[in-house]
């Protein structure tokens, strides 16, 4: 009777081995896809400096936000605010986690900086132009500024129950700005033989082409340091990345390589920024989206509600929402929470997001 057993139990282990080895991303993608992301970007600033004001305020919007099955928030906060008593941050995933709603904590490595603590002993960190002119950003091609960035992140993953990191402004400034600082062009100097103030700035000069690569390669060695920094931290969280929507055009005037990442699997989720209310362009921006991360990686396309590049409604924002899921998409992103009021919620509730409310 023993031996019976063993037999069996040897039978349905050789079995579950041959499956996982021959099925592997079967079982994976079922995984992933088992519940479509509703994603939504709040901001700090929504709220007040007073904790018990600012509690009812976000008690009221997440519970709005559960009747049409919002299940991720996008959060950006502050963490060196003084004008708060308390921390945002973990009120935030406190309240969220009480009605199943994970929280991703918004790191902008490239966005405008304030010129204070750490930063401004250190203004080598800072992007310099061709003149020598310092702009209120990190120089991700900066050793340095990028630890920096690490260490924040690593405060991030250390005292507080995230469910993932999301980076935004992961990129230089439009149009090129790149940094011209001394050690810079020293460290490409070294790598190519030429300085890149020392060549045609333009793209028939194939050092200028290499100049531009290889910014772009030093957005991209952060991002696989967050990776690392998140799976050494033993956190089972996703790192997550707001990314422009051409991702050829973005890899030239921005440095961030998004299909890269989406290729070597350096990024768990990509969510194309598509603000627009031309629904055949979100189409097409959706299904070049799906087809770059061809499932080494999710994909959450940011819908517009309202933004510096249009004012949606909520026709146009349900529409997104369908495109979305016909072209494979595997969840939706809100931008924002400021714009996103009743009369898209309204409408949502009473069609693409009905099934929240059984």
């Not at 007040?48 to 049409?68: G, H, M, P, R």
């Not at 750490?118 to 003149?131: F, N, V």
């Not at 990129?171 to 700005?177: A, H, I, M, P």
Request: hydrophobic residues 40%; charged residues 25%.
């Amino acid at each position: 009777m023993k031996k019976q057993f063993y037999s069996v139990s040897v039978s349905i282990a050789v079995i579950f081995f041959i499956t996982q080895v021959m099925f592997p991303s079967v079982l994976f993608s079922q995984t992933k896809i088992q519940k479509e992301v509703r994603a939504v970007c709040l901001h700090d600033y929504m709220f007040s400096a007073e904790k018990d004001s600012a509690i009812v305020l976000l008690e009221n919007i997440l519970d709005q936000y559960s009747t049409i099955g919002i299940n991720y928030i996008a959060c950006f906060f502050d963490l060196s605010s003084q004008v708060r008593d308390y921390d945002f941050l973990e009120v935030m995933i406190e309240k969220a986690h009480q009605r199943n709603i994970e929280v991703h904590p918004i790191v902008h490595p490239g966005y405008r900086v304030k010129l204070e603590g750490e930063i401004k002993e250190h203004p080598e960190w800072l992007i310099r132009g061709k003149k020598g002119e310092i702009y209120p950003n990190l120089n991700l091609a900066n050793p340095e500024a990028r630890q920096f960035i690490l260490r924040k992140i690593s405060g991030i993953l250390q005292n507080y129950d995230v469910d993932g990191i999301r980076l935004d402004y992961v990129r230089f400034q439009l149009n090129g700005g790149f940094s011209y600082d001394k050690a810079t062009c020293e460290a490409f100097k070294k790598e190519y033989g030429e300085s890149p103030l020392e060549v045609n700035q333009d793209a028939g000069s194939v050092m200028w082409c290499k100049w531009i690569e290889w910014n772009a390669d030093q957005v991209t060695t952060l991002v696989k340091d967050v990776k690392e920094l998140i799976v050494k931290s033993g956190k089972d969280i996703q790192l997550s990345a707001d990314v422009f929507p051409g991702r050829e055009a973005a890899k030239i005037e921005i440095a961030q390589d998004w299909g890269r990442w989406a290729k070597e699997g350096i990024v768990d989720v990509l969510c194309p920024m598509i603000y627009t209310n031309n629904l055949e362009v979100f189409r097409e921006a959706v299904k070049d989206a799906v087809a770059t991360a061809n499932g080494q990686c999710l994909i959450y396309p940011s819908i517009g509600v309202k933004s510096s590049h249009n004012t949606n409604t909520p026709d146009g924002v349900v529409e997104s929402v369908k495109i979305s899921r016909e072209e494979g998409a595997d969840g939706v992103y809100f931008f924002s929470g400021y714009s996103l009021k009743d009369e898209f919620i309204t409408e949502l509730k009473s069609t693409v997001f009905k099934d929240a409310n059984k």
